[in-house]
Structures are given as C-alpha cells and as structure tokens.
C-alpha cells in the first residue's frame, strides 16, 4: 500500500485523485475489518451471497427444477456435492439459486421500501400538525401488526409469488423505517439552513427533495443493512409456511417446508443443509449490519 | 396517573379506527374478483347467483365501503365478528378456542427468556471482554439470526433423529383437562420461541448493566461496604430491568407473529394455525378476525407498557 501511494504522488494530479480515493477506500475497509472483524466476516459471507447469486447460472451443476426419480434422496456424494431432495434434484443447484431469490426479494424489497418510507417520514416532519397526527395513526395501525402476520394478510389479498411476496414485504419495511426517517428529518428540519432556504423563498416541496431528504440518507442506509436480514428471514419464513415463492422454484425456506419433514429419518440433509445456509447468512447480514450500524451511525445502538 | 391512563387509551381509539379500516377494506383489495376467486375454490358454482349474493352479502362487498365498516365496527363492539364462510361457524367463538394455547405458549416462552437472559445479560456484563463474555455473546447473536422454523425444524429432527424422539404431539390437550399432557404439548413451541426472545432479551441486558455498572451510585455502594453480589443484585440488576421489561413487552408481537410457525410445526390448534388453515382456505371473514385480534392484542401490550412506564418513573406521568 505504501508503494501504491509513493507511485501516486509521483503521478499527475488526476492520476493522484483517483489513485488516493482507491487506496483510500481499501484502507478504510482495511481499518473497518481490523475493528469489526465480525463485522468483516458478515460483509465477506455477504459478497460470497451476492456473487453466487449473480453467478447462478454460471456455477449450479445441475438445473434446479429438473427431477430426476432414480437419483432421489442420495446423501452428499462426488456428483451431487449437497445430496439430492425427494425428487431427484442436486441440493447444492437449489442452494445456489435460492440464493438469487433470497438477493432478489432483500434488495427489491428493500428498494422499493425506500421511496414510501422517504414520503412518509420526511412529509410527516415538514408539515407537522394534524397531518403528521393522522399519518403516524396509521402508521401505528400497521405497526399494530406483528411481521409475519401483516405479510400474511397482504399475501391474502395479492396471493404468493415472487412479486407479490417483493411487495408484501416493502409495505411493512416503508412504514417501519418511515419511523427513523420521520426521527432523522425532524432533526434536519430544525437545522438552520432550513431556514435559510425558506427565507430565500423556496418550496416546500423544494426543501424537501433538496435540503430533508439528502440529509436522511445515512440512518436510512443503516435501516435498510439491519432491514435486509429480516427480509430475507421473512421471505423465508412466508415461504416455509408455503405462501411464498412457489415451487419448483428453489427458495431456501421453501426447501424446508411440511413436505421434506417427511423424509427426515431418510434423508436428514434435505433439511439441516439449507437451515444452516439459511442461519450462516443471516448471521453474516447481522454483523455486517450491526458493524456498520456503529461505525456509520452510533445513535442508533441498541435499537 | 388516571389522568395519564385516560389520555393514553383515548389516543388508541384513531388507531384502532384506522386498523378496523384496514381489516375491512381488505377484502376489497384483492384483484379480481374476490367472489369468483371464492366460489371457484368452494366448487359450489352451481348455485349460481343465490350464491353469489350471499358470498358478497357475508363479506360486506353488497354495500357502499362507509356503510360496511360501519356495520361491522358495530358488529366488533358487540363481539361479532361474523361467520367463516366454510363452516358458518361464528368467528369470534373460533378466535376465542384457538388462544388460549397461543397465549400459554407466549407465557412459557416469556418465563423461559427472563429465567435464561438475566443471568446471561448479567455475567457478560460483569465479566466484560472476557472469553465468557465474547461467548455468550456470540451465542446471543446466532440466537438472534436462526430463524425460528429453522430452530422449529431442529426440535423436530434431531430429537427424533438421534432418540427416537417425537415432539410433536397430534392431538391437543388442554391445561384444564390434563396439566402435564398440556406441557409437554407447550413446552417445546415456547421453548422455540424462547431461544430467540433469549438472546435479545440478555443482548440489551448486557448493554444496560453495563451503564448501569459505570454509575456513581454502584461506585457509593461499593464504598459503603457493601458486598459484590448485593451492589449487582440490589443496585445493579433493579436499575437495569426497567429497559428490559419494555422490551419484553415490545416482544410480545415476535411472539404472536412466531406462533404462526411454531404452530405450524408442532401442530397445535392456536391463533397462528388458525390464520393459516384460513388463508388456505380463503376464509376471509377468519382472516380479518384474526388480524384484528392480534392487532389489537399488540395495541394493548403497549398500553401496559406505557402503563408500567408511567408506574415506574414518575417523570412519564407528570410530563
């Protein structure tokens, strides 16, 4: 690293520029690993998770729908690395493209929550007042719920799937966050060059796009790093219960649904293989989450 | 303290208003329509309109939206909550068999959690950054990250697995009729939801002793000569609870919301398994019941919480 920024200096000044941000960055995560080493630990079982899921097609052996009766409920083995499930199909092609699912729903859902969770929190703090009553009303109303059950009633009326199960989940994680967002702008709000931008006479709608929702950024992301473990247990947990992703298609907590309990003295990895990947990967979200949870934003600890 | 109290369940009423909102437009909101979707399932087509003016009559889809909530915020007040459309069955009397297992579970699971989180929350907290500490805690957090049907499936199999165990018994027994039968029905569900509850509860536990230890009081206490368990316990351990007790309460929704799961797995006929069997079915009357009972059940929790609040520190009363 030292070479790197001996070479830079010597460089022109744009070569430096970006020289510098590059070594800045590794040294920042350098310094990041060596305080939160499990922390670094969840983001490297994080960047495995992302890879594999954009790799799917690339590294599952075999495909993940196709059965296949003579190969049924064999235990790990040279060609079939995770074993097969009752219907023939290779464990580990499932794992992997369970975990393109898993991604799908964490990042659509966490996505799609951001925009209402923004709407909500930041209009709530401007205006205040009785707008602000009859909005955290219902905000409460939702928050009455607990997870899973508000994911079953949305799941009720918009029926399962992947998209549906995307939505559902986005619903609950807005009003959630909106809470943090609504905290965050009030601060912001109070700030005073809020004010000097309403005595310069802009909008209000000018002063929320440009001077509230920029500032609420940083709690928004440390929201959605501890939202996306939940998401993808929720995703999991719906589909379990089988109201989630549909088979064939391989979700993770699909796979350990009703029907393979049958098949748990004949073939017990069909289920501890993807409970464990299942538990390893939210245990790696958690930590990254909570390390950056304390490095971007200390307020928020314990929360 | 009354006044506080009255201010406090005042303040529900919108909320509880916009939550009934919510439970009664659902059936509105399902894409397509709802009757089709309902009278197609049921295979009961050949009754044509009749049924289909009845199906819509019983889901209040035959009114205008304003007359509808109406009529069955009415029918909440006087305990209706109308009839499943499989088994005509009043629904009310249906959420009110399938709580008591659901609520015995979440008890359990609560005693199970204090019994177990204090101690661990404590000794970490006293045996800061000590290998027993970074255990504990390590512990704590994979608690935190197992989801509770994988914890659920665990219970099943490696019991069953390794001695030929099963815990899943199939036919529910109530407390009343046989006290040690219905334990051992409770026990395991509770003992799921406990392990999760578990490493929550002794997280906060830990955070909170540690402030607590850094007190001038504690530093008083050791001073006037007073031994090391009794400055934890009595000083110690009451200044931290208060904190603890909130999120315990705030913890009653997890474990509503887990016995959907646990319920599933274990096969015990409570609220959870209710809501299920209802979706599976498409028994929307059910459906809404259930919802709103468990919303309101969560609204109530955080009244106590408040409640205890405001007992436990004088400045929430009089603020």
Redesign the interface.
Known sequence: MAVEQQTGAAAPPLRLGTDSRLSRFLSTTWRFARRKP?GAVGAAILVILVLTAILADVIAPYDPVVQSQSEALQSPNSRHLAGTDQFGRDMLSRLIHGARISIYVGVGATILSIVPAMAIGVTSAFFKGSYDY?IQ??V???Q??????LL??I?????TGLWNVIVALSFGRAFASSRIVRGAAFQVISMDYVDAARSLGATNSRIMLRHVVPNVFAPIIVVASLGF?QII?AE??LS????GIQPPAPSW?GM?A?EA?AY??AA?HI??IP?LT??LV??GV??FG?ALRDVLDPRLR?S | MTRYLARRVVGMI???L??LF?VVV?VR???GSIVDIILEETASGAEGEAARAALEERLGLDRPLPVSYVNYVTGVLRGDLGQSLWDQSPVTEQVLRRLPPTLSIAAVAIVMAIVLSVPIGVLSAVRRDTWLDYLLRSVA??G???????IG??F??FP??WFGLSLVQFRYVSFVEDPVANLKIIIPPAAVLAIGLTASVAR?MR?MMLEVLTQDYMRTARAKGLTGSTVIMRHGLKNAMIPVITLLGLQF??L???S??TE?IFAIPGLGRL??DA??Q?D?PI?QG??LT???M??LT?LLIDMSYAYLDPRVRFA
């Open positions: 499990l009859g009303r219902i409460d109303a939702v009455a719920l607990p997870g899973l059950i079953i009633a799941v009720a009326i918009l029926g473990g247990i999991a947990s379990f219960l089988g109201f907590g350990l009703g309990r748990m003295y017990p289920l501890w409970a299942l538990g939210v245990f958690n930590m909570d314990g | 919108p909320t509880l916009v939550l919510m659902m909101l399902v894409p957090i994979a935190i990250s197992v989801p509770s049907f994988v499936t665990a099943v199999i069953a697995l906060l955070t929704a997890f509503i919301g887990g959907v799961i599933s809501l299920i979706l599976r498409r929307y459906i259930v919802v468990i919303g309101v969560v609204m955080n």
